[in-house]
């Protein structure tokens, strides 16, 4: 589904991936893990198209999508879930929904059944503006409005950070339901969700993918994860 091949990319002259490669399977969830300053942002950046690559490629479905605009990328099916948890404040949780429905060419309905269907409590909310919801229900709302379109893949960064542990508990049992609808690469620090989560795990340190897991009783143990985070 998504092949990473030798990417670089940099910040002006400081480059910040150095020869990632790495592909991902349909159906699959893979986690990246590693401390600030590894990358990790930056490669999800640069797969969704917010940053140019320097070199290297990125192949999605068999088709090169190296440097191709953010919405373009999600007209193909891949979502880009910020972990800044930004929202249109000022608009209801409705209407965010409807941008999304809008961009997506779905009807409303349908889209706000979907994001509700992850998180009914949502339903509640659907007339409040955005910008009072508490911090785990605005993550909530972005990872529902990314899967408005039925989207093939999502890309999040870091969806559990700041979060309380019982928000932490509904962004595990949200991500563990749509395991079955969609890939999923996930910046993650949290190893407990890493541990029930991933099907496949990266290492990223100082730019580069240094190990890759695929055995999860290597994943289980998180204490053998926790040099990394």
């Given amino acids: 589904m ?11 002259h400081a480059r910040v991936l150095h020869d990632i490669s790495f592909d991902l399977e349909a159906g699959q969830t893979a986690f990246i893990i590693g401390r600030n300053g590894a990358g990790k942002t930056t490669l999800l950046r640069t797969i969704t198209g917010l940053l140019k690559p320097a070199s290297g490629s990125i192949r999605y479905e068999d088709q090169d999508i190296s440097g191709c605009p953010p919405e373009e990328l999600a007209l193909k099916g891949i979502r880009f879930v910020a972990q800044e948890k930004k929202v249109f404040s000022q608009l209801t949780v409705k209407e965010n929904i409807q941008i999304a429905a809008h961009a997506m060419g779905e009807p409303l309905d349908q889209a706000v059944a979907k994001v509700t269907s992850i998180y009914p409590k949502l339903e509640t909310f659907l007339n409040t503006k955005a910008g009072s919801l ?63 989560l991933a099907d496949r795990l990266f290492i990223m340190k100082e730019g580069k993918i240094t190990k890759e897991i695929n055995d999860r009783a290597q994943m289980a143990d998180t204490r053998g994860l926790e040099e990394y985070v």
């Fill in 134 to 196: 508490s911090g785990g229900q605005r993550q909530i709302l972005l990872v529902g409005r990314a899967l408005v379109g039925s989207p093939k893949l999502l890309l999040i960064d870091e969806p559990t950070q700041g979060l309380a542990a019982i928000v932490i508990q509904d962004i595990g049992r949200i991500l563990k339901r749509l395991k079955d609808q969609v890939s999923a690469l996930i910046v993650e620090q949290n190893l407990s969700m890493v541990k029930r």
């Fill in 2 to 12: 998504l092949e990473v091949s030798n990417l670089n990319a940099a910040y002006g």
